[in-house]
């Protein structure tokens, strides 16, 4: 195999998708059952005959392209673990229930992003779901997360769930958003060099407007309330550094939709000996790679948003490098063109505005009170890890250590940000001084009867005992 290619997502499928058509020899590996990933996620199969939208004739069009290529496909495949030998790459894959690898001599990863959620009072009642995850039910199923919905949020993506929820028959209480007008008025320069994209944001401002719905800007959630279930939440001003300064106020709602950025993959790439970099642009650590998705790691591509959040316009064109890069070093075709580059430039430099307007502030990690739990795996609270850290614990690993927060099936990616940001506030130092925690296998969960596949007690090599 020439080429392997993690993730099956706008870059990623693109990347196979060019490699290929160079000549190369490719596999796609994806989680899901179809290409498209978050982004163009595919339809259920029992609502194909709704009403087609952008992302969905976008994924329909990239699943029809994969479908009619030389691209092999490993859908519904899980990557656990990445390691190379001989100068080649490894993948420890998780399939139907068992464990197999593949072997390649180049590996391109399009992990993509993942949704960060600022821990806050009431944050793990059920009936408060990321904006992300919202998005992905009412792409895959047509289905509005709640009857009444609260949409909280910072950056385009607030405003995106807010319509869908209306289109889809829910109805939304309020759009809390911390951003100002002032930081869109900002990141103008940037949407008008993509006037599609900022007509169609406009339409769902007018839409929120004529159906009456409040939008309450610099605002956001600091409590969900309910015991077994939302009923309502708590809405304060926030002030420029997104602290909570206003008076509260409520709204009835049986879902809260919330979420407070993107944050880049990187645990696949930082396995496969990728080093990381902080991008100041959406406040995150990403990893380090060259225009044309070049690693230090000799054979090893990264592109899309599990290299930088760049967004859904600029991740296609990123892919399309690396997997042009990726079969020009393995011997087909001529690499990336200077053109192409280009335009992933610009389309980057829109991702990047659109990336900003959620870059965590100082004060958003001041809605997590002592008693709130952060790592949800393992119920640990921030009290708890103050308390370690108080302690001597200054890195991510020596609070994991202590107290087990990250030590869950998730590996830390839910609540990493949020402790790195308790340490930061705690130690008084830049948020940006406080590296993530280190990666090891598993990335994701693998059943131990998966792992025994096969093995058999009887060929252990147990010697006779010693005689008396």
């Not at 519904?76 to 420890?92: F, N, P």
Request: proline letters at 7%; a positive charge.
């Amino acid at each position: 195999m020439d080429i392997a290619v993690l993730g099956a997502g706008p870059a990623g499928a693109h990347a196979a998708l060019a490699a290929a058509n160079a000549g190369a020899a490719v596999t796609l590996i994806d989680d899901q059952p179809a290409p498209g990933g978050q982004v163009w996620r595919a339809k259920s199969a029992a609502i194909l005959s709704a009403p087609a939208t952008p992302e969905s004739l976008a994924g329909d069009a990239l699943r029809a392209a994969v479908a009619a290529s030389a691209v092999e496909r490993m859908p519904s495949t899980r990557v656990w673990s990445i390691e190379r030998h001989d100068g080649l790459w490894t993948l420890h894959l998780l399939a139907d229930g068992a464990v197999t690898t593949l072997r390649a001599r180049k590996l391109i990863l399009a992990a993509g992003a993942r949704e960060f959620v600022q821990p806050f009072p009431g944050w793990t009642t059920p009936g408060v779901v990321g904006l992300a995850g919202a998005t992905a039910t009412m792409k895959r199923d047509q289905v509005a997360p709640g009857r009444r919905v609260v949409v909280c949020g910072t950056g385009p993506l607030v405003f995106f769930v807010a319509s869908e929820v209306r289109r889809l028959g829910g109805e939304v209480a309020a759009v809390v958003t911390a951003n100002s007008r002032s930081d869109w008025l900002a990141a103008l320069p940037a949407m008008a060099r993509q006037p599609r994209l900022a007509v169609r944001g406009a339409r769902w401002l007018a839409d929120l407007a004529l159906a009456g719905v409040p939008v309450l800007w610099r605002h956001t959630v600091t409590a969900a309330t309910g015991r077994d279930r939302v009923d309502g939440v708590v809405v304060r001003r926030v002030d420029s550094d997104h602290r909570a300064v206003g008076t509260a106020r409520h709204f009835s709602a049986d879902t809260c939709a919330i979420g407070h950025g993107l944050l880049p993959n990187v645990e696949p790439g930082r396995l496969a000996g990728i080093g990381v970099q902080r991008d100041a642009v959406a406040g995150s650590w990403c990893l380090e790679a060259g225009a044309d998705g070049s690693t230090m790691v000799d054979g090893l591509f990264v592109c899309g948003d599990g290299a930088a959040v760049r967004g859904a316009l600029a991740a296609p064109l990123s892919g399309e490098i690396a997997g042009r890069a990726a079969a020009a070093a393995s011997g087909h075709g001529d690499g990336p063109s200077d053109a192409l580059i280009r335009r992933h430039r610009r389309a980057a430099r829109f991702g990047a505005a659109m990336a900003s307007l959620s870059r965590p502030r100082p004060g958003l990690a001041a809605l997590a009170t002592a008693e709130t739990i952060v790592c949800r795996c393992e119920g640990v609270t921030r009290g708890a890890i103050e308390d370690e850290i108080a302690s001597g614990a200054g890195t991510c690993g020596a609070v994991k250590s202590g107290t087990r927060a990250g030590m869950g099936p998730c590996g830390g990616r839910v609540c990493g940000t949020a402790i790195m940001s308790i340490i930061a506030a705690a130690r008084d130092v830049p948020v940006e001084t406080v590296r993530p925690p280190s990666v090891r296998p598993p990335l994701t969960p693998v059943p131990v009867s998966a792992l025994a596949s096969g093995f058999r007690y009887e060929d252990l090599p147990i010697r006779q005992p010693a005689p008396l």
